[in-house]
C-alpha cells in the first residue's frame, strides 16, 4: 500500500512565523506536490518537483517555497506566515506520467495562522 | 486558459442512480481522473479515462468524451457511505517530461439521502 504521510493533522501558528510542513512517501515515488484546499476554489497546486533536488513553481507559488533533499520527502516552506495562508495542505505523490499512474495522497495538515 | 467544471452540489436516494458532470477547457489533455474525498479525509483515486467511452468499476463507471471537452461520473445503487465530495482533474499535457500535474475542479458534494 502507498502510503503518504504528513507530519501534523492540525498545526496553529502566529503570523509572521516561518513554517514547515513535511511529507513523505514510502513508494519510491518521483513526483511530488503541494496543494491547498479552500471552500468553492477547490485543489490549486503551489508547488510540484519531479526528481530529487527539482522544483517547480504550480499555480499559486507567492509566499511558499520548497525544499526536495531527498526522493522520499518534500517540504512546504511558508516564509513568513500570513492570515490568508490559513488552509488545508495536501501532499500527493505519483510515478511519472504514464497510463493511469494516479497521485496518492497524504491525509492532510490544516493551518490556521493568527 | 484552464477551466474545469463540475456542479457545486447534488443530492440523491440512496439505491438510486446519479451522474456527476464534468466538463474542461484546458491547453493540453492526457488523461482525466475522479477522485472521492469524504469530509476531513484525503482524496482517493477513482476511476481515469484517456480514450472516448465509457469505463466501469463495480457500482462506479466513467465516461469520457474529449471532443466535447466532458465526462461524467456514474454511482449505481448508491449508498449513505457514497456520501462526499466528487474531483474531476484532468492531466496536463502541456509540461514536457513525466510529470504527472494534474489541474483539479472545485469538486461536487453528493449528499444520499435515505
Known amino acids: 500500500d502507498v502510503k503518504v504521510t504528513q507530519s501534523s493533522r492540525y498545526l496553529v501558528k502566529r503570523t509572521g512565523e516561518k513554517v514547515f510542513l513535511e511529507c513523505v512517501q514510502d513508494?519510491?515515488?518521483?513526483?511530488m506536490f503541494w496543494y491547498r484546499q479552500d471552500p468553492g476554489l477547490g485543489l490549486r497546486l503551489i508547488y510540484f518537483?519531479?526528481?530529487?533536488?527539482?522544483?517547480e513553481k504550480g499555480d499559486i507559488p507567492e509566499g511558499y517555497s520548497v525544499s526536495r533533499e531527498k526522493k522520499e520527502r518534500f517540504s512546504l516552506i511558508l516564509e513568513s506566515a500570513s492570515t490568508n495562508q490559513t488552509s488545508m495542505y495536501l501532499c500527493?505523490?505519483?510515478?511519472?506520467?504514464?497510463?493511469?499512474?494516479?497521485?496518492?495522497f497524504g491525509p492532510g495538515t490544516r493551518l490556521t495562522v493568527l | 486558459g484552464q477551466n474545469i467544471d463540475q456542479p457545486t452540489e447534488m443530492t440523491a436516494t440512496e439505491g438510486a442512480i446519479v451522474q456527476i458532470n464534468c466538463t474542461y477547457q484546458?491547453?493540453?489533455?492526457?488523461?482525466l481522473f475522479w477522485y472521492q474525498q469524504h469530509a476531513g479525509e484525503a482524496p482517493t483515486f477513482l476511476s481515469y479515462?484517456?480514450?472516448?467511452g465509457l469505463e466501469e468499476k463495480g457500482r462506479f463507471s466513467s465516461f469520457l468524451s474529449r471532443s466535447k471537452g466532458y465526462s461524467y461520473l456514474l454511482l449505481k445503487e448508491l449508498q449513505m457511505k457514497d456520501s462526499a465530495s466528487y474531483l474531476c482533474?484532468?492531466?496536463?499535457?502541456?509540461?514536457?517530461?513525466?510529470?504527472?500535474?494534474?489541474?483539479f475542479g472545485t469538486g461536487t458534494l453528493l449528499a444520499v439521502q435515505p
Open positions: 500527493a505523490s505519483s510515478l511519472p506520467k504514464r497510463g493511469y499512474n494516479e497521485q496518492f
Open positions: 513508494m519510491d515515488h518521483e513526483n
Open positions: 518537483s519531479y526528481d530529487v533536488k527539482m522544483k
Open positions: 484546458t491547453s493540453g489533455f492526457n488523461g
Open positions: 479515462n484517456v480514450l472516448d
Open positions: 482533474a484532468v492531466r496536463d499535457g502541456g509540461y514536457g517530461g513525466a510529470t504527472n500535474k494534474l489541474i
